[in-house]
């Protein structure tokens, strides 16, 4: 799962923090700080792209239209997790995490606690996958849930990408390769795919490809290391 910063609230036109009087206000900003993305499932979507509470409205009135109770969800993520109202540090959160240390991705297209987490983190993963829903598989699945076919549908066209790139490895089938896996969304599948490939991390972390990948969860090789203040 990519680990996410939104920023400091967004500001008006007179360099004011904005006040969202509603909290569907806040989508655009959102969109513009964290891509198209859904910040579970990592779904690409143009439309019915929610604001997502992380700390359900109906619980935390006072977070209703707090920035920082703002992510992006898409509508399977978004109505799995429904009002569950988890303490923040029971789950590994894109926002507060380095969540890309915390999940594997496989070809089949399942999402699972990546190897060698303590039994502590390894149930923190776990409650995240059960709260958004995100090992729904094909007998679990129903017909508007898609995550796990756009999944496996991402990974083939990754794998393709590399054969391409192995075939012909300039700069701009580099760029090609970026904008491809920008359009796909599942960014944590073109990083599993890429992962030998120092020069694809670094694009696929760049904020210019994909905003709002938290920085600080990656060194100057692009390899994946501990949130500052997070439980990974
Ligand atoms: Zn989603």
Not at 13 to 34: F, T
Not at 57 to 75: G, I, Q
Not at 189 to 203: G, K, P, S, V
């Amino acid at each position: 799962m990519r680990p996410v910063k939104r920023g400091e609230v967004p500001v008006d036109s007179q360099g004011q923090a904005k006040q969202y009087r509603e909290y569907a206000n806040a989508r655009k900003d959102l969109i513009s700080r964290l891509g198209e993305y859904c910040s579970y499932c990592e779904m690409e979507l143009d439309a019915s792209l929610a604001v997502e509470h992380i700390q359900p409205k109906k619980y935390h009135e006072d977070l209703e239209l707090a920035w920082e109770n703002f992510l992006l969800a898409c509508t399977n993520c978004n109505s799995t997790k429904g009002d569950e109202d988890p303490a923040l540090e029971d789950i590994l959160w894109p926002h507060l995490d380095n969540t890309f240390r915390a999940f594997a991705y496989g070809e089949e297209g399942r999402v699972k606690p990546a190897e060698g987490l303590s039994s502590e983190l390894k149930r923190k993963a776990e409650a995240m996958i059960a709260l958004t829903g995100l090992a729904v598989t094909p007998d679990r699945q129903t017909a508007s849930d898609r995550r796990w076919l756009n999944r496996q549908e991402a990974w083939r066209e990754a794998v393709a990408a590399k054969e391409d790139l192995l075939e012909s490895d300039t700069p701009a089938m580099r760029r090609q390769i970026i904008r491809t896996a920008r359009a796909k969304g599942y960014w944590s599948i073109w990083m599993t795919i890429f992962h030998d490939d120092i020069d694809m991390l670094t694009r696929l972390i760049q904020q210019e490809n994909f905003a709002g990948t938290a920085q600080g969860c990656f060194d100057a090789s692009a390899e994946p290391i501990a949130r500052p203040g997070g439980q990974i």
